[in-house]
Nanobody, 121 residues
Framework: QVQLVESGGGLVQAGGSLRLSCAAS????????MGWFRQAPGKEREFVAA???????YYADSVKGRFTISRDNAKATVTLQMNSLKPEDTAIYYC???????????????WGQGTQVTVSS
């Protein structure tokens, strides 16, 4: 019954921006930590960003300064604003949720279906 639905993926040129959204349902959103992970073909899934129940944010070094994670508890939505995109950002991006405790490892309980982000040179 818990659902995480990502949206906002697409094709963008290097240097451009995209805003990903994840709508959560079936849980009390405000007490769940949220995260974004990504997986490129032939590579392992990697951490991108996370936000705690209190609003603390965490970023992978590769996206620090370019990506911003935020949450809107009233709308049960987490967003990932991606600026200055690079071809190496190309991947399927997944939204994830975990009760109370934020983590930068893939130790999340719920996962979305993923949304494709493609950055061209």
């Amino acid at each position: 019954q818990v659902q995480l639905v990502e949206s906002g993926g697409g094709l963008v040129q290097a240097g451009g921006s995209l805003r990903l959204s994840c709508a959560a349902s079936g849980l009390t959103f405000s007490i769940y930590a949220m995260g974004w992970f990504r997986q490129a073909p032939g590579k392992e899934r990697e951490f991108v960003a996370a936000i705690s129940t209190s609003g603390g944010t965490y970023y992978a070094d590769s996206v620090k300064g370019r990506f911003t994670i935020s949450r809107d508890n009233a709308k049960a939505t987490v967003t990932l604003q991606m600026n200055s995109l690079k071809p190496e950002d190309t991947a399927i991006y997944y939204c994830a949720s975990r009760y109370k405790i934020v983590t930068t490892t893939p130790q999340y309980t719920y996962w979305g279906q993923g949304t494709q982000v493609t950055v061209s040179s």
